[in-house]
């Protein structure tokens, strides 16, 4: 099976000038191609087949992790809103010894840990023969992490086959155009945001690289994926009623969405898809779109032709797929049936979701622990107990909280913000904070 550069390649071949991706200006087939071999040029002078990425940007990104499959190198995939305590953790656990970062976060790594700048390995290269690199012939393609049930993340292997049949799952629920300019909004350390890569290249079209999602209203693109918190600030803003109404395809997932912003979304006659899915499918394995179903607020679809759902005498959801993934990094999984935290039930076809059975929620399309968070809070040497909640608001987005209880009144809201930060990351972060004093 061919690689998704190799069919990048295969696309270059026949239209060098198509304008792949864009940015803050336009980039060809050719352009990206080029940029791709000069860094695996570099990269192929690695001795170790693991690289982890840590960039931000995603057009540095994107051809980073190209290079990456391009000299049969295994990316792994490191979330850029975590704190410093949790990319040391990973690093230790998974004996990572090369990163591909930016300059301003080269801070985070221990100095036991080699550092690569993308500015380095492209500039390293200049003026060398083009090396012919051999197929990455590894049982898996990309780690990629994401929160397991003890809050810690977990790496999760996927293969080329997993992101080929989800690629052409949601085919059949989309039907990609060459002519499709996909608004890409969400993090490329998520798979809702890898996996519009795979899209694109497979079926051909181009995507916009926004760093907000807000940035859609001076653009216009046929297809963009946003968790419901995002589509529900749009929406709330009249002045993004007419660029969403232009999207062909908005597809939503992450996290459930609430009905009265389905209602609101079925008001505007916006074409929305209701998606399922999470890191260990790699992307979404049920949908449906909503001006179709308008009764079925509370549904997250249909599961997909090549997905099968069972439901146990527990309601624990189990997901037969090829989309299903090889592994965990470091923690064995033995069989091919995937048995999720999730809870749920089909009723004529469609599937509902009724909990979890871990302490996991779903935040801003985020696997959040809120007893993670709480386990690291007591840790502070000025707190004596500590509870986190979620806040439910109808005037904005929901808060992470945490009520403290502090041995002394040496310890203020904003430091220990700041200390959140370091720790945890600033997206696991409490938004509010209240302090009492024993």
Same mark, same amino acid.
């Given at each position: 099976? +061919?690689?998704?550069?190799?069919?990048?390649?295969?696309?270059?071949?026949? %239209?060098? =000038?198509?304008?792949?991706?864009?940015?803050?200006?336009?980039?060809?087939? #050719?352009?990206?191609?080029? @940029?791709?071999?000069?860094?695996?040029?570099?990269?192929?002078?690695?001795?170790?087949? =693991?690289?982890?990425?840590?960039?931000?940007?995603?057009?540095?990104?994107?051809?980073?992790?190209?290079?990456?499959?391009?000299?049969?190198?295994?990316?792994?995939?490191?979330?850029?809103?975590?704190? +410093?305590?949790?990319?040391?953790?990973?690093?230790?656990? =998974?004996?990572?010894?090369?990163?591909?970062?930016?300059?301003?976060?080269? &801070?985070?790594f221990k100095n036991n840990i080699n550092t690569y700048y993308l500015e380095e390995l492209v500039n390293s290269s200049r003026g060398c023969g083009i090396p012919q690199y051999k197929n990455n012939r590894k049982k898996y393609e990309t780690v990629i992490f994401t929160s397991g049930s003890t809050g810690e993340p977990k790496g999760v292997c996927l293969k080329r086959s997993n992101f080929k049949a989800s690629a052409q799952s949601w085919n059949k629920q989309i039907n990609f155009d060459v #002519?499709?300019?996909?608004?890409?909004?969400?993090?490329?350390? &998520?798979?809702?945001?890898?996996?519009?890569?795979?899209?694109?290249?497979?079926?051909?079209?181009?995507?916009?690289?926004?760093?907000?999602?807000?940035?859609?209203?001076?653009?216009?693109?046929?297809?963009?994926?946003?968790?419901?918190?995002?589509? @529900?600030?749009?929406?709330d803003n009249e002045k993004f009623h007419k660029p969403l109404k232009n999207f062909r395809v908005i597809i939503l997932g992450g996290e459930a969405s609430k009905s009265d912003l389905l209602i609101k979304c079925i008001n505007l006659e916006l074409n929305v898809f209701i998606s399922y899915g999470m890191t260990?499918?790699?992307?979404?394995?049920?949908?449906?779109?909503? +001006?179709?179903?308008? @009764?079925?607020?509370?549904?997250?679809?249909?599961?997909?032709s090549d997905v099968n759902i069972s439901i146990d005498e527990d309601k624990r959801i189990?997901?037969?797929?090829?989309? #299903?993934?090889?592994?965990?990094?470091?923690?064995?999984?033995?069989?091919?049936?995937? +048995?999720?935290?999730?809870?749920?039930?089909?009723? %004529?076809?469609?599937?509902?979701?009724?909990?979890?059975s871990d302490d996991l929620i779903k935040h801003k399309g985020e696997n959040i622990n809120l007893?993670?968070? @709480?386990?690291?809070?007591?840790?502070?040497?000025?707190?004596?107990?500590?509870?986190?909640?979620?806040?439910n608001s109808k005037i904005q987005d929901d808060l992470i909280v945490a009520e403290v209880v502090a041995k002394d009144k040496s310890l203020v809201v904003e430091n220990l913000q700041k200390w959140c930060k370091i720790k945890i990351g600033k997206y696991k972060t409490p938004k509010k904070i209240t302090i009492s004093y024993m």
């Open positions: 099976m +061919k690689s998704i550069y190799d069919l990048l390649l295969d696309w270059h071949q026949t %239209d060098p =000038n198509f304008i792949f991706l864009r940015e803050n200006r336009s980039y060809t087939l #050719n352009e990206v191609v080029h @940029e791709v071999e000069s860094i695996s040029k570099s990269l192929s002078y690695l001795s170790s087949e =693991n690289i982890a990425i840590y960039l931000s940007s995603k057009l540095d990104f994107i051809l980073v992790y190209l290079a990456c499959i391009n000299s049969s190198k295994i990316p792994i995939i490191l979330k850029t809103t975590w704190g +410093k305590d949790e990319v040391d953790s990973i690093i230790d656990t =998974n004996n990572i010894k090369h990163i591909i970062c930016s300059w301003d976060s080269r &801070h985070l #002519n499709d300019d996909y608004a890409l909004c969400l993090p490329l350390h &998520h798979i809702s945001g890898l996996s519009i890569l795979y899209r694109s290249i497979y079926y051909k079209f181009s995507m916009t690289l926004f760093d907000s999602y807000k940035q859609i209203i001076n653009r216009k693109n046929s297809i963009i994926s946003l968790v419901p918190t995002a589509l @529900e600030s749009l929406i260990e499918t790699c992307s979404g394995i049920s949908g449906f779109w909503l +001006k179709n179903y308008p @009764e079925q607020l509370n549904s997250v679809g249909i599961p997909f189990t997901i037969a797929s090829p989309m #299903n993934m090889y592994n965990y990094f470091s923690i064995n999984h033995e069989n091919d049936d995937l +048995k999720t935290s999730d809870f749920g039930e089909i009723k %004529d076809d469609f599937l509902y979701l009724l909990g979890r007893k993670y968070i @709480e386990n690291i809070l007591i840790k502070h040497d000025s707190i004596h107990s500590v509870k986190v909640f979620i806040e």
